[in-house]
T-cell receptor
Framework: DQQVKQNSPSLSVQEGRISILNCDYTNSMFDYFLWYKKYPAEGPTFLISISSIKDKNEDGRFTVFLNKSAKHLSLHIVPSQPGDSAVYFCATGLIQGAQKLVFGQGTRLTINP | DGGITQSPKYLFRKEGQNVTLSCEQNLNHDAMYWYRQDPGQGLRLIYYSQIVNDFQKGDIAEGYSVSREKKESFPLTVTSAQKNPTAFYLC?????????????FGSGTQLSVL
């Protein structure tokens, strides 16, 4: 039973355009949401996070949007750059208690020159 | 430079063999984790430890064992009871193991069965 779903296994975007990656979750108790970026043969690195008290968080070219009623999370990258080509994982968890993140399956983003 | 070191990068296991994956961190983090990644699937939690000499099972602990004798080290043993061990294994750490902390990951170990 997949609690966190990234329904697009891959996404291809032209350099300079906007990349939008999506994530759906089922457990309304989740109150902390993160995006991680992973290059081949490397571990994921933290990209951006948002707590459930907000609906938007921005960090440079990266913006995360949270729609709690729809249980939907999205990551916008604008403008997209070739170095953004990677696998992106969304993850959700609970702020209180032990760290036990639940990860989505990942979306492979390819930025075309 | 602080970070997490996993070794080896590639590991091969024969049938019936136990193998141990190493994970060392010099970030002075209390909490450490082991995740497994299979193609087309998200990272799944195997075991985690919030403090030395204590660890908890994650979602897929069967066929695996861990120890946490030192703060810096959290080795994972894949036992012969794990029938499908081929996967990419990731070790991670966080400062105190609280829910709103970032995870820092190692570069992973690819385990394959001969």
């Amino acid at each position: 039973d997949q609690q966190v779903k990234q329904n697009s296994p891959s996404l291809s975007v032209q350099e300079g355009r906007i990349s939008i990656l999506n994530c759906d979750y089922t457990n309304s108790m989740f109150d902390y949401f993160l995006w991680y970026k992973k290059y081949p043969a490397e571990g994921p690195t933290f990209l951006i996070s948002i707590s459930s008290i907000k609906d938007k968080n921005e960090d440079g070219r990266f913006t995360v949007f949270l729609n709690k009623s729809a249980k939907h999370l999205s990551l916008h990258i604008v403008p997209s750059q070739p170095g953004d080509s990677a696998v992106y994982f969304c993850a959700t968890g609970l702020i209180q208690g032990a760290q036990k993140l639940v990860f989505g399956q990942g979306t492979r983003l390819t930025i075309n020159p | 430079d602080g970070g997490i070191t996993q070794s080896p990068k590639y590991l091969f296991r024969k049938e019936g063999q136990n193998v141990t994956l190493s994970c060392e961190q010099n970030l002075n983090h209390d909490a450490m984790y082991w995740y497994r990644q299979d193609p087309g699937q998200g990272l799944r939690l195997i075991y985690y430890s919030q403090i030395v000499n204590d660890f908890q099972k994650g979602d897929i602990a069967e066929g695996y064992s861990v120890s946490r004798e030192k703060k810096e080290s959290f080795p994972l043993t894949v036992t012969s009871a794990q029938k499908n061990p081929t996967a990419f294994y990731l070790c991670a750490s966080s400062k105190q193991g609280l829910g709103n902390e970032k995870l820092f990951f190692g570069s992973g170990t690819q385990l394959s069965v001969l």
